[in-house]
C-alpha cells in the first residue's frame, strides 16, 4: 500500500540513498535532489551513487534524480528533508517558494545551527508549516544494513496519526518494519542525542 502524493527526497548521503532505496520499492514515481551535477549525471549514466552506498542499483525508471532543487520541491507533496543538519538552512533558504502547503518530514540528526532548533521547529517556525504537517523519520537502523536488505526497523512520528499511518505505508517492504509515533520533539531529540 502506498500514497498517491508525490515524495521528493532532499539529500545524497548515504540516509537519503537508503531512504531512496526504501521509497522506490512502494511509488510509482519518485523526485531525488542532490546539490552536485556530476553526480547527478553518474547517477542517470550507471545507477549508483558513486559517493554513497555504491553497490545499491538505483532504479532510474522510478526515481528521477536532478539538481534543480526548485522543481522537485514544486513538484512534491511530501518533502523528506535527509541532507546533513548544518546544510538544511543553505538548502532551503535558497528556495524562493512558499513551503507551507508542503507535508515535510525529517530524517535529520541534529540542530540547525542557525537557529539553534531541531528541525520541525525549524520547519515550522521559518517556513509556517503547521505543526500537523511535519513528522519525522528515523531508526534504530543503519543506511548500510538498509542497502543490504537486512531486517530494519523505522520509526515515522508525527503529532498527525493519519499522515503518520500514510508515510508509513510508503515505508514497509520485506525488510523494513515501521513503528508510529506521535512524539516528533523526543523521537528528534533521541536521535540527535544517539549521534553524540
Not at 147 to 166: D, H, M, P, Q, R
Amino acid at each position: 500500500m502506498s500514497t498517491d502524493k508525490k515524495i521528493a527526497v532532499l539529500g545524497g548521503g548515504s540516509w537519503a540513498t537508503a531512504l531512496v532505496k526504501i521509497l522506490s520499492n512502494n511509488t510509482s514515481e519518485l523526485l531525488w535532489w542532490m546539490r552536485n551535477e556530476e553526480t547527478v549525471n553518474y547517477i542517470k549514466e550507471t545507477k549508483r551513487n558513486p559517493n554513497y552506498l555504491s553497490s545499491i542499483p538505483i532504479n532510474t525508471k522510478i526515481v528521477n534524480v536532478s539538481s534543480d532543487l526548485k522543481t522537485a520541491c514544486e513538484k512534491a507533496d511530501i518533502v523528506v528533508l535527509a541532507v546533513p543538519s548544518a546544510f538544511v538552512h543553505e538548502t532551503l533558504s535558497s528556495l524562493k517558494i512558499n513551503l507551507s502547503s508542503k507535508i515535510f518530514f525529517s530524517a535529520v540528526k541534529g540542530i540547525i545551527p542557525e537557529r539553534n532548533q531541531i528541525v520541525g521547529e525549524y520547519i515550522q517556525n521559518e517556513y509556517h508549516v503547521p505543526l500537523k504537517q511535519i513528522g519525522v523519520i528515523t531508526g534504530p537502523c543503519h543506511a548500510e544494513e538498509v542497502a543490504l536488505e537486512k531486517l530494519s526497523f523505522l520509526t515515522i512520528g508525527s503529532s498527525n496519526l493519519s499522515l503518520c499511518k500514510l508515510i508509513s505505508a510508503n515505508f514497509k517492504c520485506k525488510y523494513i518494519n515501521v513503528k508510529a509515533s506521535d512524539d516528533v520533539i523526543g523521537i528528534e531529540y533521541a536521535s540527535m542525542l544517539k549521534n553524540i
